[in-house]
């Protein structure tokens, strides 16, 4: 059984819901590049095209912009949200002096704080990853877990990955 105990840190967690949100929304920006080359092209299109379809190709291309122009303001309304929330939360957990527990055995991974106990079996993830000195647990494919590295020795790390490479797929992020 590998076993860690670590108090709270905000810097930590601020850098950890960071990698979290980006890997979250990266979908959403693939999308929101297809529109901003649909848009463009349109725009070029309408520049180009003087004949009687132009106006049919502004109207949908203004249709286009308006879209794209929703998208981003979505995108930017969803980070704020995001981070205006996970920023209370820091607050909380910093003035309740939170103290996470992490426990990984062979037949399942355990974690508490004065919150919140999961007990969960390994067929409970889906996938495990490594990114930017974080281990990150998903479950069917959201993120679940992200542990950084300097929460834990260098051993502990290892041993966490050897564990989850006997139980779980390797996804990379």
């Known amino acids: 059984m590998i076993n860690i105990t670590i108090p709270f840190d905000k810097s930590i967690f601020i850098k950890t819901n960071r990698l979290k949100f980006r890997l979250e929304i990266r979908k959403s920006y693939i999308k929101l590049l297809i529109y901003i080359v649909l848009t463009v092209g349109l725009m070029i299109l309408i520049a180009i095209d003087k004949g009687p379809t132009s106006s049919f190709y502004g109207i ?80 069917d494919n ?16 290892n041993d966490i990955i050897e564990l989850t490479k006997s139980k779980l797929n390797f996804k990379k992020v």
């Open 142 to 157: 959201r993120i679940f877990l992200m542990l950084h590295k300097s929460k834990t020795s260098e051993q502990q790390f």
């Open 60 to 139: 949908v291309g203004m249709i286009l912009f308006i879209l794209t122009f929703n998208y981003i303001l979505r995108i930017l309304n969803a980070r704020t949200l995001f981070f205006r929330e996970m920023d209370a939360l820091g607050e909380k957990h910093e003035k309740q002096n939170f103290i996470y527990t992490y426990e990984f055995t062979d037949d399942e991974f355990n974690y508490f704080d004065k919150e919140k106990r999961y007990y969960l079996k390994w067929e409970a993830f889906s996938n495990y990853s490594i990114s930017n000195d974080f281990f990150i647990l998903f479950i």
